[in-house]
């Protein structure tokens, strides 16, 4: 249970090596992290276990329960990791190792004995699993662009039959989301990052996640993350190298995939499609190209109840996610097939159809024109002269 923060002003908690500065609200200061933090500096190896929290909605949308997903994972300096997912009886169904130095991933279908390997799916940080911790309670930024707002002391809980000190981190989640919560929980008397707690509801606690649990169904409407716990973290575990080679294992199928990418074509599409949701109007961004409450609300209909333009975007959004691109597809198109620095965006306000208004332009690699984006979705190579802005300048 969480201290009161009486308490906790009377013992300062000093034995947690943290000195609560700003007595009135529990706001902590970077300095009171100063010091390494096991755990999160410095980590030659360590182990821990991800447990998601997921809200599952009946087929008649009467009831909901939720369902646990746990995977394990093992970091081995530098940039080597593995992460191994499990069923929901606790048995391993595949694995990821991903070495962050040479930029590849083999994922292992354990079931279906075939091993691919591929370009990683994000980038992993090679200072360790768990710097970014430190980037938030120190140099209040997260990715060198998520600004945490404030830093403060929580109290004290349980996490794995260890007492630690909560400390809440209220990050911003990217594009329009808004701020969210992360608890990051230091062993009172080791001083180590012992677990992070990151829920989507604000008022949701990992003791009583689960808690008034229905039964789970065979059959289900939606799944909705509610939120996700690191625990089980063990600093300095004996680490076997093999189990982080990229080599697949012995009589398993082995593939090697191309770096996923969009092409042009898509880009346009994938714009053309957003535009059309947006009520036939492009977007201010050409990285945030929808509202995601109203894309939200179209993909939770039923098949048959989705206009035409919610399908297109839609279809061509999964599309690309089916290459494991979770990012902006014009921003991946733009880091893959353009020039550096020649990507440029004016589409805002321009409807749909205006053939006459460009609505942005760029270099292909190795081009010497620039390509030309127009109104009504056509592409055209243009001079610079042709442009609506100085691109010399």
Known sequence: MMTSFRWLTASLIVAGG?????????????????????????????????TYYIRVTSEDGKRTWIQEERRLHAYRHPGQYRETMLDEKGQPIGVHITD???????????????????????????????????????????AKALRVKSVSLQGQKEIDKTQANVVRAMIHK???????????????????????WMPNEADLEFETAADGNNQAEEKWYKMVPVAALTHEMVLNPKLDPSDFSLDPPADFVFEKLAKPTVTEDEMIAYLGAAARFNDNQFPDSPYEVFDRDKFNAASNKELTARTPVEQALIDIRDKIMMREIYRSPVKQFEEDQTTAGSFHYVGSGVKVGQA??????????????????????????????????????
């Open 174 to 196: 990217g594009d329009d989301l808004g701020y969210g919560r992360t608890d990051f929980l230091f062993g009172v008397a080791s001083k180590q990052l012992v677990g992070i």
């Open 100 to 142: 962050s130095r040479a930029g590849r991933t083999l994922a292992v279908d354990l079931k279906g004995r075939k091993a691919v390997l591929k370009f990683p799916v994000g980038q992993r940080d090679d200072r360790g699993p768990f710097a970014w911790a430190g980037d938030a309670i120190r140099e209040r930024m997260v």
């Open 356 to 393: 006459d208004k460009i609505v942005g332009w760029y270099k292909l690699r190795n081009a010497t024109k620039y390509r030309a984006v127009y109104g009504d979705l056509s592409i055209k190579d243009v001079t610079e002269t042709e442009l609506p802005l100085n691109v010399t300048n």
């Open 18 to 50: 943290l000195m609560w500065m700003g007595l009135g609200s529990g706001t902590l200061s970077p300095s009171a992290f100063a010091d390494d933090i096991p755990g999160v500096d410095n980590v030659l190896t360590m182990s821990w276990t991800d």
